[in-house]
């Protein structure tokens, strides 16, 4: 049994699994009450620091029932968005969190399963009327990869500027901060409810980062109460564990490897990855985390309680829930969640 609050948004049945018919009343009824009233718009927490996982599915595979990588972090409500694979938007409006009150977007790195939805959010946000600034924060290229959201949304800028006479343009509200991949946790944004530091993880390989300039990065999300950690896309990584010291969640990415090797060869004899397959093997089996490594990581840090996302291969494989729960449970003795889309922590 899941001992954080976990639910999974629109799932009375889970909600009743979770904690029993009184529990998931007692905890969650402001939204189950709005559940009822739209079921098609539930309610997010208003209230503490919560997760909600809006894409679980690892690697750039988008399926029905995972998306692609992105969390929301909402603190007393206010939204927070950690990655934006493909899928992110729609997992938002579906979670009931409003896409135009987004004000900072954290990047983890830069590969499309964390980034490819930018686009549809930021100009989305602005077609729906968002009039305030924008933020997106991350590893190298993020600053310009927004420059390249404003050029994808120019000629849509342009009709709607004429054609409904509005006069805020998305150039004045979205900005790009790129943020430097240190070796020891870093602060990289505060307000008034939230800190955040980062530090560089270990997804790009030594001998990749010699001939590019692009990085990976874990954040840590601290606010009143209550410490969250995203692992971004990473193998073992001993910045991750100090980054994650004594936090209470660690949502950190996972890979059963012979299970991804499996669907990987029926992926390959469909036809994907034909221009090297046994190069995007390596990278998937050198620079993601081993459900074991997971579980190690979080024992490192002592955190409170393990939640697995990014997972490998995740809706590629129909595998039991104890496939991924129970190698990390070897390695760590506090609680693990296996992630799904939707799931509030
Ligand atoms: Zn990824
Ligand atoms: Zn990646």
Redo the contacts with the bound molecule.
Sequence with gaps: MCMIRCVTLSRRGALKAAFGAAGASAISRSFLVQDGASAQSPSPPSTGVRVVLLGTQGGPNYTATRGECASALLVEGVPYLVDCGYGTLAALKKAGVNHRQIAYVFIS?L?D??TADLAALLNRQWTDGRIEPTTVIGPYGTAKMVEAVIAFGEANTAIRLVDEARSVKPSDMFTGRDIAATSSPAEVFRDDRLTVRAVENT?YPAESKQRMPYR?VAYRCDAPGRSIVFSG?TSYSSGLVTLAKEADVLVCEAMDVAAMRKAFEGMVARGMYADNPEGVWRHIVNTHTPLEDAGRMAAEAGVRTLVLTHIIPGALDSLPDETYLAPARKTFRGEVVLGRDQLVL
């Design positions: 790195h590969h399963d964390h997804h990976s896309d």
